[in-house]
């Protein structure tokens, strides 16, 4: 199962960039699939459980955006949407084509994220108490 090891890599990445920017937790990432990136969805949404443990992103979200595939037709120069990643050909006209412009992505798009202020204002609202001033 290679989506375990993606998961982990997209955790790595999304821990790296959610440090930089001072988060104290992530509770969403934000993923573009790409129909034709031979990564199956549910597998990787199994494996981002497993690979976010201890993390920052443990308990987090992964949001899937599928992305189809669309090819160039080097014929009538259109990009079309690929009906059929079987038959690589443009819908069109019919001519086979291998020019993918979209469908091959695993692109991190967003996080969102809690920096440590955040999470101690809404700790003291869910006590009652008055959030720090910023």
Same mark, same amino acid.
């Given at each position: 199962?290679?989506?375990?090891?993606?998961?982990?890599?997209?955790?790595?990445?999304?821990?790296?960039?959610?440090?930089?920017? *001072?988060?104290?937790?992530?509770?969403?990432?934000?993923?573009?699939?790409?129909?034709?990136?031979?990564?199956?969805?549910?597998?990787?949404?199994?494996?981002?459980?497993?690979?976010?443990?201890?993390?920052?992103?443990?308990?987090?979200?992964?949001?899937?955006?599928?992305?189809?595939?669309?090819?160039?037709?080097?014929?009538?120069?259109?990009?079309?949407?690929?009906? *059929?990643?079987?038959?690589?050909?443009?819908?069109?006209?019919?001519?086979?084509?291998?020019?993918?412009?979209?469908?091959?992505?695993?692109?991190?798009?967003?996080?969102?994220?809690?920096?440590?202020?955040?999470?101690?204002?809404?700790?003291?609202?869910? *006590?009652?108490?008055?959030?720090?001033?910023?």
């Amino acid at each position: 199962m290679h989506e375990l090891s993606i998961a982990y890599s997209l955790i790595d990445a999304a821990e790296s960039a959610a440090r930089a920017h *001072n988060a104290h937790k992530v509770t969403a990432v934000h993923l573009k699939l790409g129909a034709f990136s031979g990564v199956v969805k549910g597998p990787l949404l199994f494996g981002y459980d497993l690979a976010a443990k201890g993390t920052l992103l443990e308990g987090s979200r992964l949001e899937i955006e599928e992305v189809p595939v669309i090819v160039h037709c080097p014929a009538c120069g259109q990009d079309s949407l690929l009906p *059929n990643v079987q038959l690589f050909a443009c819908p069109l006209c019919g001519t086979p084509t291998a020019d993918i412009r979209q469908g091959r992505e695993i692109e991190i798009t967003a996080l969102e994220i809690i920096h440590d202020s955040e999470d101690r204002d809404a700790s003291a609202e869910r *006590n009652g108490q008055k959030p720090a001033d910023r």
